[in-house]
């Protein structure tokens, strides 16, 4: 079955800094990427998306990329906010239609005003 | 209000008693899952339903039962609770051919 493994487990910037979050994917079948934050005591919501038909998808500070050929997709977050502080969490989708995402076990990304 | 509910928000039970954790979504939505979250192991799947009356689990399905009597619910049974079940459960709900979770707030556990 699909495998999402995702890099650094923690990280820390400084406010104003880029922060970038790795994820690899094991299925080559997959086809869509979600990345979900996380904020402390609430519940993960949906941040960003990209579909395997798309590079590159960029919403306001936040983008994500996607390589099928190295099965690897990564968050950026540019110019960092303390709001930005969260854990967050990439996910793969293994076939078309509603089969079950495969989360990642997260980063936990800090902004250091 | 219109969303995914949970009951109870926090539980504490003891070792060998049943415990319902409870989902109520008014989206209609085709799809339900529940995971459970613990530090180290991120969002890990119990179990989902495609619709009323069909269920299927996930990578983490002992020691729980679900049932989908209908649409709008989604109850997660600890039939004999042990500690290492121990957690916070998510309840999510998605529409049909589309990629979005949409979450509960989620229902923290203890088992003493």
């Known amino acids: 079955g699909e495998n999402v493994e995702q890099h650094p487990s923690t990280l820390s910037v400084q406010e104003g800094d880029s922060a970038v979050i790795k994820c690899t994917y094991s299925?080559?079948?997959?086809?869509?990427f979600p990345w979900y934050k996380q904020e402390l005591g609430k519940r993960p919501q949906l941040i960003i998306d990209?579909?395997?038909?798309?590079g590159e998808k960029k919403d306001q500070r936040i983008a994500v990329t996607l390589n099928k050929t190295a099965k690897h997709f990564s968050l950026h977050i540019t110019e960092t906010q303390p709001e930005d502080s969260a854990v967050y969490f990439c996910?793969?989708?293994?076939?078309?239609?509603?089969?079950?995402?495969?989360f990642g076990k997260g980063t936990r990304l800090s902004v250091i005003a | 209000d219109a969303g995914i509910t949970q009951s109870p928000r926090y539980k504490i039970t003891e070792t060998g008693r049943q415990v319902t954790l409870m989902c109520h979504q008014t989206?209609?939505?085709?799809?339900m899952f529940w995971y459970r979250q613990d530090l180290g192991h991120g969002l890990r799947l119990i179990y989902y339903?495609?619709?009323?009356?069909?269920?299927d689990k996930g990578e983490v399905p002992d020691g729980y039962v679900v049932s989908r009597s209908k649409t709008e619910n989604f109850p997660l049974t600890l039939e004999s609770a042990t500690r290492s079940q121990t957690s916070v459960y998510f309840c999510?709900?998605?529409?049909?051919?589309?990629?979005?979770?949409?979450f509960g707030e989620g229902s923290r556990l203890t088992v003493l």
């Open positions: 999510a709900s998605s529409e049909q051919g589309t990629g979005e979770l949409f």
């Open positions: 299925d080559s079948a997959s086809n869509y």
């Open positions: 990209i579909r395997s038909n798309v």
């Open positions: 996910a793969a989708r293994p076939s078309s239609g509603n089969t079950p995402l495969v």
């Open positions: 989206w209609s939505h085709s799809y």
């Open positions: 339903s495609a619709a009323a009356d069909i269920t």
